[in-house]
């Protein structure tokens, strides 16, 4: 059983703060894992992608890998009401060729 | 930048009504996938394709559901006999080959009275 666990929130952060979004995960065969934002109604629109433990930045947006402790996180810096929406973690295995999401995490960037 | 398709938008139906719901994934992806998310709950995965035949299905997707890729550029999720539970919004999405992410459609909201 692959799971996916995610602080549902909502994470309540100001703007120009930054937004600490954490992951984590059971299977230890997972092997890629993305993070995706949806608005409300709207559907899933990739943000970041991390194959590898460490770090991977894009822009605002760092995505952190720690596959020992089964963890994963986004950090959004200097956040916008823009990204007002739910994050998603989802992680893909390659043996069962699907995406496990977590319940994902409502974020709300005050002005 | 291509995108995947998704048609139409909105479905009512009646309960025990057949729908098909289309997709257009993006032209040069290999994988197909569709996935549903009921109102407030997580992403779920129904089945994924790949080479013309389903390579997996999860527990949901039973005798109810079948899908079909009829041309070059079409995927489709039929649903038969449809239930007051079927209520959600279904996405397709799409991707190509190795650990490259599933890029998602805007969804069909799917309605059953």
């Known amino acids: 059983q692959k799971e996916v666990e995610q602080n549902s929130g909502p994470l309540s952060v100001p703007e120009g703060a930054i937004a600490s979004l954490n992951c984590t995960y059971s299977d230890r065969g997972s092997q890629s894992f993305f993070w995706y934002r949806q608005y409300s109604g709207k559907s899933p629109e990739l943000i970041m992608s991390i194959y590898s433990n460490g770090d991977k930045e894009d822009g605002r947006f760092t995505a952190q890998l720690n596959k020992a402790s089964q963890y994963v996180s986004l950090l959004i810096r200097d956040s916008q009401p823009s990204d007002s929406a739910t994050y998603l973690c989802?992680?893909?295995?390659?043996?069962?060729?699907?995406?496990?999401f977590g319940g994902g995490t409502r974020l709300m960037v005050k002005p | 930048e291509p995108e995947v398709t998704q048609t139409p938008s909105h479905q009512v139906t009646q309960m025990g009504q057949e729908v098909i719901l289309r997709c257009v994934p993006i032209s040069n992806h290999l994988y197909f996938y569709w996935y549903r998310q009921i109102l407030g709950q997580k992403v779920e995965f129904l089945v994924s394709?790949?080479?013309?035949?389903?390579?997996?299905k999860s527990e949901i997707f039973d005798d109810q559901f079948s899908v079909e890729r009829p041309d070059g550029s079409n995927f489709t999720l039929k649903i038969r006999s449809t239930k007051l539970e079927d209520s959600a919004m279904y996405f397709c999405a799409s991707r190509t080959e190795g650990n490259q992410p599933q890029h998602f459609g805007d969804g069909t909201r799917l309605s059953i009275l």
């Open positions: 989802a992680l893909y295995h390659n043996a069962g060729n699907m995406l496990t």
């Open positions: 394709f790949y080479n013309n035949e389903i390579s997996e």
